[in-house]
């Protein structure tokens, strides 16, 4: 069982920045895909971005020039840079991966709340 755990949410003015984490138990090089998500109350959760093995990563299309995800295999985390935060982009924002093609894993999220 691969544990993710997100990190760096917090309150943030509009047009500010903020810097998710996302630390696997398990060596994130052996991932076929690591990505984010957000879900708002009362909202399905939605694609932020993916960023697939040898691939090239994807972004939503509201967050396309504004966020970007990296990573550290060394440090087995995945990084979501989040600039110019607008005030609908207030969510929990959940860290994915899949490991070996099969298994999917989320974390428990992390709150990110922007102020007007």
């Known amino acids: 069982q691969v544990q993710l755990v997100e990190s760096g949410g917090g309150l943030v003015q509009a047009g500010g920045s903020l810097r998710l984490s996302c630390v696997a138990s398990e060596s994130i090089a052996a991932t076929n895909v690591m990505g984010w998500y957000r879900q708002a109350p009362g909202k399905q959760r939605e694609l932020v971005a993916v960023?697939?093995?040898?691939?090239?990563?994807t972004y939503a299309d509201s967050m396309k020039g504004r966020f970007s995800i990296s990573a550290d295999n060394a440090k087995n985390t995945v990084y979501l840079q989040m600039d110019s935060l607008k005030p609908e982009d207030p969510s929990t924002y959940y860290c994915?991966?899949?490991?070996?093609?099969?298994?999917?894993?989320w974390g428990e999220g992390t709150q990110v709340t922007v102020s007007s």
């Open positions: 960023n697939p093995r040898g691939g090239v990563t």
């Open positions: 994915m991966g899949i490991w070996y093609d099969v298994a999917r894993y």
